[in-house]
């Protein structure tokens, strides 16, 4: 069965506390919701500081979030709330997944189901509610999931004769309809997806990383063979690939514990019956979570251009009204080369912030790449683009022309750069933690 | 809110019993799980006729799909089971979609998704366990929903202070959440939607179009004015388009009840606090069984191109061995420049089963075009293509040059006839129908 992830152990220190304590140290919060109406009033305070924008001052959208190294837990929390990422649902440990955040694991699926389908397995859907006597019929799953039920005991007014278990994986269900499909080799390798919310009782929760209810894709296969399992399960990691590396993924060879269970059977080829051989694995929104840990900084979220909702910004500059037309026009022009060109693009052309404050305000959303256009660009037919992922002058390039053929083949080129730098410093990170770690000082540290 | 769909009252004829009952009329199925077993039961029947197949009668895959016209209910159900568009699980009520059922929901998803967004719409997701006292807040709320909740009273282990309600829709969750985001009238409009499993504990069930659980989009707005929220139904309305003709969208101006009910205000541009106007609307894979309904025949199903996971199958037909390389070696050419052209094409080229038994089986499975290759189109150069639309000689075209431009430009025209075709009669039939009916006698034929 797909174990909880352990994500975490990898990025916060270990000091960290759960965001329901460190919340209330805020004390002033009404009782009922105290996650939510903390956040909410965070919120309010980011506005605020928007509000004091100050063309000397550019710093302002970034005045919320604590550095990280100051406080890890408190940094990723700033960053998911000033980059609207997510926010507390009402109910205890519960998410909402706001439009921003949403946007990235839409990338995240629609990278996966291509994979999905080059590799053969088909997206379906399976029921949530799981008879609870389905849960206790294989033994490690009655142990791993029992404290971590939620059960629905009232349906349609009445007390149930059987609880349910609202999903907290689906190998059970699985495997009861998987018995009803296959009858013989000829139904096998059968390989399947589904792309559900999933329901684990935590306790301690954090947004993304553990939560109530989440997203994920679990993917669930049926084999003839142990070996056919086993390569299936190499594919399967191979494929996952970058999501291995942030330890976001899990796979299993669930060998015949859920076919003997369910007596999922076939006839094979010479007429015998047999278990089938399975697999399981799992990427979830916890993948989320992950990325805005790892490639975070004080600025905020940096986003690998793969999974970015907004992979280029452009913010034109201008000070007198005779230049504000050209301007405006070039940049138009710009966003819909780059936009016929299939990349995700926005023209932050908004009057009531200056492009200062819209310089941090798009770092601090993890935009990739930003390209300025002011007069003395449009006179020269040319742009200045700079890179979320290299502060300062350094990560900044003048003069790349407007042509559409050069301009497009720039951007996808420093895409690819910034996309491969990211993943590199991740492999690099986790990486020297594993090998430097001698003693448990260390590993606090 | 997103009140119960009714496009079964259209399609299908009132004295269709719920499956529950006609199913137990089998009586040998075990108690516990009665629709499943005989489910079950029905397709091992189904595999039965296959093998036997026989070439002189091709029939085999059609022996067990009840006429339309002698019973809808069942045409229905065996339609559903032998194309393999869903299954029963294990809880009543509940529904497994399967691969082919799914990707034709998948289909709809893309379609949506796109005028979601070119709409202005962001996707993002809302928790799906409710407070129980949201659920009372909103008078029509607690009316249409109450005899409906599914209810968790256990997590963790313990017994919980509140019921959660898992959602029957979102109206409650979202407006506690609008509350919070919603400042300003420069935060309006808010446009948001979701795609999300929802509960309703429905007594009388069929797959598809009423189960305990199902799948939708959700789409939430909030307007600063009356007028802007009546032009977003309107949008709505015309973007759902054929999808209203089949009754199977839902869309609501829900005014200001959820705003008052949950305090959902903002500082109009005069310094007023103002309570937001509001819409909904839905599809749901409801749909999927009006495509079902209104489309198929007493050869099975019949998918609109547009939502067909496959819009072409290509059979390769030979006799002598020698001619089974020619015609295989064109098939596949053939299926590839379909392929490369953006058509979703299939090449059946089993070996276990006649060319026959394959035109039956695909055609109940509702594939819009069928190519036929053997080796005397392979001498000319050409193929023989037949709409599943119209039945025999009258849909099948002889002599279509394999040339990658004429075949390709041949199928999307035949492709894009068949859509509006199909959309065409949908909409004669539902208008004959609303016209027609004059007296109760009448509702009833």
């Not at 979030?65 to 990422?85: C, G, H």
């Not at 689906?170 to 018995?179: G, K, L, Q, R």
Request: proline letters at 6%; zero cysteines; hydrophobic letters at 40%.
């Amino acid at each position: 069965m797909a174990v909880p992830l352990r994500l975490t152990h990898l990025f916060s220190s270990p000091s960290s506390l759960p965001i329901l304590r460190r919340r209330r140290l805020h004390g002033t919060l009404p009782r009922t919701l105290p996650l939510a109406a903390s956040f909410s009033a965070q919120r309010a305070e980011a506005a605020s500081a928007k509000t004091q924008d100050n063309p000397k001052s550019s710093k302002g959208s970034e005045q919320v979030i604590t550095p990280r190294s100051q406080d890890f837990n408190a940094w990723y929390l700033d960053v998911i709330a000033n980059a609207e990422l997510a926010d507390y649902g009402p109910v205890r440990g519960t998410m909402v997944i706001r439009p921003y955040g949403y946007a990235i694991w839409e990338s995240i699926q629609e990278y996966l189901n291509l994979k999905f389908k080059e590799t053969g397995h088909s997206n379906m859907y399976f029921p949530q509610f799981i008879p609870y006597s389905f849960i206790e019929k294989e033994a490690s799953h009655v142990e791993g999931f029992s404290p971590e039920l939620a059960l629905v005991t009232i349906g349609g007014g009445k007390e149930l004769e059987e609880k349910l278990v609202v999903r907290p994986t689906s190998e059970t269900i699985v495997n009861h309809m998987f018995t009803k499909w296959i009858q013989s080799y000829r139904d096998l390798p059968l390989l399947i997806n589904q792309w559900a919310n999933v329901t684990r009782w935590e306790m301690r929760t954090k947004p993304f990383v553990r939560t109530l209810e989440f997203l994920w894709q679990e993917g669930h296969t049926a084999h003839a063979t142990p070996q056919e399992a086993e390569n299936e399960t190499y594919t399967i990691e191979a494929m996952m690939g970058d999501k291995k590396a942030l330890q976001a993924g899990t796979s299993h060879n669930l060998g015949q514990n859920f076919s003997r269970a369910f007596e999922t059977q076939f006839l094979d080829e010479t007429g015998q019956m047999q278990h089938v051989w399975q697999t399981s694995w799992a990427i979830s929104t916890r993948f989320v979570g992950g990325i805005i840990m790892t490639h975070g900084d004080d600025a905020g979220l940096m986003l690998p251009p793969k999974v970015a909702p907004i992979q280029v910004v452009i913010v034109p500059i201008w000070k007198k009204d005779e230049e504000k037309v050209a301007v405006l026009s070039a940049a138009s022009s710009v966003k819909e080369v780059l936009h016929s060109a299939g990349i995700k693009v926005k023209l932050d052309d908004s009057e009531q912030r200056t492009p200062g404050w819209k310089f941090n305000f798009w770092e601090m959303k993890g935009v990739p790449l930003r390209i300025e256009i002011g007069p003395r660009d449009v006179s020269s037919g040319s742009v200045v683009i700079s890179r979320r992922d290299v502060p300062g002058k350094q990560g900044k390039v003048f003069g790349i022309s407007m042509e559409p053929s050069i301009l497009v083949a720039f951007v996808k080129d420093r895409l690819d750069e910034i996309q491969s730098s990211l993943l590199e410093r991740a492999i690099a990170f986790r990486d020297s933690n594993i090998v430097d770690v001698n003693s448990y000082d260390d590993l606090k540290a």
